[in-house]
Structures are given as C-alpha cells and as structure tokens.
C-alpha cells in the first residue's frame, strides 16, 4: 500500500508571497493533518481534516488554511509568507477513529527568503 | 492532552534492549499513550499505542504502570537504525468517541544506539 506523499519535497518562497502544499493520504484514510516543524518550537499541530470538514485547529494565524477534497487529498496554504514560516511543514493521514494511529508523510521543506 | 516527561537523551549500545520511560501522572481514563519516532529530517514514524494492558508489536513493547501515570517503550534489539527522536504522546478522547486527530509532541528523548 502506498504511504503518504507530499508535494513539492521542497520549495524557496520569497517573503510576502503565497504557496500551496499538497498531501495525498493513504488510500482509505479519511482524516488528513497538517504539523509545522521547526528546530524552535518543535512539531506543532496546525489542523485537521476529515470528509472535507476542519474538525480541530491549532495555534496558527489566519494566513495558514487548508482544504480537503471529496477523494481526501488535502492542501494547505499560507498566505503573505513571512521569514518564521521557514519549517518542515508534514501531513499524515489516518482512517479517522480516535485510536487509530496516524502515518506521517516525507514533508515539504519551504524556505522563507 | 495530558503532559509527558521524557528524558532529553539516552544511550544503548547496539543489540541490547533500549527502554525509554515516560511520565504522564495527569494522564486520564479515556487517554491514550502513543509512542512515535522521527529519524533526522525524516516525518514521524508511529511505532505502538496503548490505554491500559501492556503492547507488543513487530517494532516494540509498551509497558504500562497499574495506575498509567507512566510507560516504558522497549525495543527489545536496538540497531543502529533505531537512533532516532523518541516521542511519547498522550491522546484525550472526546465525549461520544469522535475522532480527534491532534498530536501534541513534546521535545522527546534522542536516543543514541552505540555499535
């Protein structure tokens, strides 16, 4: 079974631009989330989604949404990016019971310049 | 969720079992432990979870106190493949048992497998 992917594995955003990350869940799994992870505030939880519905949302500023689609592929944007959105931003995905555990994918590297 | 205490650091030396405790005393009835593990720059990778009897899987054991305020993670034959971050998580369930996707990590343990 294929695990979870991410796209761009790497992205260089200049401040004040925009940009759209992708995450495509493992097949079947309905809940996809977002975490951001840098080496000062470690893994943070950004939101979840689950049939197309943000169930829970972390500590993040409006600039950080995100969307899920009918087939659960999910999208996170970040709008007018600043220096401190630099992270390692992951998605994993999981069939959506609360004790079900969930797969992380590779991440999407994004630099902030 | 509830907070969990990890020792910042460990070290095992390469084919003896590496056992990493973690401390949740405020942990309540309806809270599971997870314990999941992040290779350098690599996403976490789940490894076991458990809410009251002890856990065994193809990767590892999870040892949970009588009264759950604690757990202990055994990787029975550490490698050199186990050197990672070590996350010990704690998962509220919601009234009615809806799905609540929410991993708060804290700094973990780092252990350090020695051949």
């Known amino acids: 079974k294929a695990g979870v992917t991410q796209t761009p594995r790497y992205l260089i955003k200049t401040r004040g631009q925009q940009v759209t990350l992708s995450c495509s869940p493992i097949?079947?799994?309905?809940?996809v989330s977002w975490y951001q992870q840098t080496p000062g505030q470690g893994l943070q939880f950004l939101f979840e989604?689950?049939?197309?519905?943000?169930?829970n949302k972390g500590n993040f500023p409006g600039r950080f949404s995100g969307r899920q689609f009918s087939n659960s592929r999910s999208e996170m944007n970040v709008s007018t990016l600043e220096l401190g959105d630099s992270a390692l931003y992951l998605c994993?995905?999981?069939?959506?019971?609360?004790?079900?555990?969930?797969?992380f994918g590779p991440g999407t590297r994004l630099t902030v310049t | 969720d509830a907070k969990t205490t990890q020792p910042p650091s460990m070290d095992c030396a390469e084919g003896r079992a590496a056992n990493l405790p973690c401390n949740h005393s405020?942990?309540?009835?309806?809270?599971?432990v997870y314990w999941y593990r992040q290779i350098h720059s690599q996403g976490p990778q789940y490894i076991i979870h458990g809410l009251k009897n002890n856990e065994t899987n193809e990767m590892a054991s999870l040892i949970i106190t009588e009264d759950r305020k604690s757990s202990t993670l055994i990787l029975p034959h550490a490698t050199l493949r186990d050197t990672a971050v070590y996350y010990c998580?704690?998962?509220?369930?919601?009234?009615?048992?809806?799905?609540?996707?929410?991993?708060?990590f804290g700094q973990g343990t780092i252990l350090t497998v020695h051949p």
């Open positions: 989604y689950f049939s197309e519905t943000q169930r």
């Open positions: 405020t942990i309540s009835g309806n809270e599971y």
């Open positions: 998580i704690v998962r509220f369930l919601l009234p009615g048992g809806t799905s609540y996707g929410k991993l708060t």
């Open positions: 994993a995905s999981s069939l959506g019971g609360y004790s079900y555990e969930q797969y």
């Open positions: 097949s079947g799994h309905r809940s």
